[in-house]
């Protein structure tokens, strides 16, 4: 991408023929989003294992139940029922962070 394209082009009548093109986000944001990440990662790393592993077969490798089911030996159900538990146990974990942040 070159410079140009960074700059919104208008045609005769005013209207926009190309939008200003997104720019990244500040240095501080991409800080804050490693904070965050280090901080969910670290209240994953607080769960039990059986919620500990479905969570993480789940929402980070992206598997469905019945794979996750496989691999751990139980069904889809059990699954399902698990990754409730761990979504709820790490929003738990993760409120009074959230909290303090808000605070800040």
């Known amino acids: 991408m070159n410079v140009d394209e960074l700059y919104p082009a208008f045609d005769a ?6 939008r200003p093109a ?3 986000g500040a240095p501080v944001d ?12 670290a209240c994953i790393d607080r769960l039990p294992e059986a919620y500990r592993t479905v969570l993480l077969l789940r929402d980070i490798e992206e598997l469905d139940s019945a794979e996750t089911g496989r691999l751990l030996g139980c ?3 059990c699954v399902k ?3 409730h538990r761990a979504r709820c146990a790490l929003r738990e974990l993760l409120l009074p962070v959230m909290r303090e942040a808000g605070e800040g």
């Open 22 to 24: 997104a720019v990244a």
């Open 13 to 18: 009548t005013g209207h926009y023929v190309r």
């Open 30 to 41: 991409a800080v804050m989003t490693d904070e965050l990440r280090a901080t969910v990662r």
């Open 81 to 83: 029922t698990r990754l």
């Open 75 to 77: 069904s889809a159900n």
